[in-house]
């Protein structure tokens, strides 16, 4: 199933922060999180894996509890660059093909002056 | 190095026309995803290759559409007697290993009259 993401928009100021959620409803072994500007292809931002640690990419850091199959990801002292949508993409479970993630439906973030 | 290639950038199209799209993944990846990406929307997943597996089609909406991947590497996607709906944008994603970073490609624009 695909992961749910919160929330759906955010609009910032430069220098505020902001959080990303990302939950699923099964047992999780990674999650993928992708950056994409408007028009543009996603970039892969981080992995975190089961049993991992935070990882952090520039200001943007992100945590994964296994136990209730969530992400955050976490926007600090944003930047103008930082605007674009935000995907999570999980991993998991017997029933899908291994290595197919279920992306979920993006977060939408402004930054402005 | 070379990343992730898609042909041709842009296609218009007749409605009931049949169309390929076409994926070249960078060297030695073994894995190959398609997305289809409609205007604002989520990346919706269609076909997965892995290495020499067969594929997973479960994200195939109807069987107008097709994909194969020769020799491992390039990969194309036909879609046969194309409805407007199939407009989108068509994304296709290559990683290292199955479950790894995905690099995507710049995505073909098809658009159907």
């Known amino acids: 199933q695909q992961p749910v993401q919160s929330p759906q928009a955010v609009i910032l100021r430069e220098g505020e922060d902001a959080v990303i959620n990302c939950s699923s409803s099964?047992?999780?072994?990674?999650v993928h999180w992708y950056r994409q500007k408007h028009g543009e292809a996603p970039v892969f931002l981080m992995i975190?894996?089961?049993?991992?640690e935070q990882k952090g990419h520039e200001k943007i850091s992100a945590s994964f509890n296994e136990k209730k199959q969530q992400s955050s990801l976490y926007l600090t002292a944003s930047q103008l660059s930082y605007s674009g949508t935000y995907f999570c993409g999980t991993l998991g479970g017997t029933t899908d093909s291994w290595g197919k993630l279920q992306f979920g439906a993006g977060t939408q973030v402004v930054v402005t002056p | 190095g070379a990343g992730v290639s898609q042909s041709p950038s842009n296609k218009v199209t007749e409605k009931g026309k049949d169309v390929e799209l076409r994926c070249d993944p960078i060297s030695g990846h073994t894995a190959l995803y398609w997305y289809r990406q409609s205007l604002g929307q989520g990346l919706e997943f269609l076909i997965y290759?892995?290495?020499?597996?067969?594929?997973?089609k479960s994200g195939l909406p109807s069987d107008r559409f097709s994909a194969e991947r020769t020799g491992g590497s390039v990969s194309t996607l036909t879609i046969q007697r194309t409805q407007q709906e199939d407009s989108a944008v068509y994304l296709c994603a290559s990683s290292k290993l199955a479950g790894g970073e995905q690099f995507f490609g710049p995505g073909t624009r098809l658009t159907v009259l």
């Open positions: 099964k047992a999780l072994y990674s």
């Open positions: 975190l894996l089961k049993g991992g």
């Open positions: 290759f892995q290495g020499n597996s067969a594929p997973d």
